[in-house]
């Protein structure tokens, strides 16, 4: 093998098409190569973030919906074991829920509101509870039985525009 005190190549070495060769060249890539892949690079990392941060932002959505749909979910199950009581009060279990906001009865309809933070999540619960009187389906004439319907729904304090979570279920009110 002869060496070149100028350049040594091996006889294994691979040509790089599109590159000047040659005596006084050296085999690189120039300026604008090398700009023309940074900005793909920084396209790619820029969608990656991107990607990263909205799915970082839907999982503490999820996160709080999913908080929202339990507290409620409990509510409404503590609130029929009480046969739909126009007094519920979810202040008097002792989870935390503060006393009532504010509230509304009348004879056939009311609502309540509470707030309440679940592991770092601050809501806004509202309680509306509706007599359904004169449904066949569902109404017994002859002992007077009826229809309520109970509603929770929960609405989060924070900026983004979280849908709020509506649980509804209903329960027989006996007349007797």
Do not use: C
């Amino acid at each position: 093998m002869i060496l070149n005190r100028r350049r040594f190549t091996p006889p294994h070495a691979v040509s790089l098409t599109g590159l000047r060769q040659g005596p006084g060249f050296v085999a690189a890539f120039t300026l604008t190569e090398v700009a023309v892949a940074m900005v793909i690079l920084a396209i790619a990392t820029l969608g990656g973030l991107g990607f990263q941060y909205h799915a970082a932002k839907h999982t503490r959505i999820a996160r709080e919906q999913i908080i929202g749909t339990r507290t409620a979910q409990l509510l409404l199950e503590d609130w029929k074991s009480t046969d739909g009581s126009k007094n519920y009060d979810p202040s008097t279990l002792g989870l935390g829920f503060s006393s009532k906001l504010e509230s509304s009865v009348t004879e056939s309809a009311g609502t309540a509101a509470y707030s309440i933070t679940v592991d770092n999540v601050p809501m806004q619960i509202s309680l509306q509870w509706t007599d359904r009187p004169g449904n066949p389906d569902y109404d017994d004439p002859e002992t007077g039985d009826k229809l309520r319907e109970l509603s929770v729904t929960v609405r989060f304090n924070e900026s983004e525009n979280i849908p709020p979570v509506v649980l509804t279920t209903y329960v027989r009110i006996y007349a007797s």
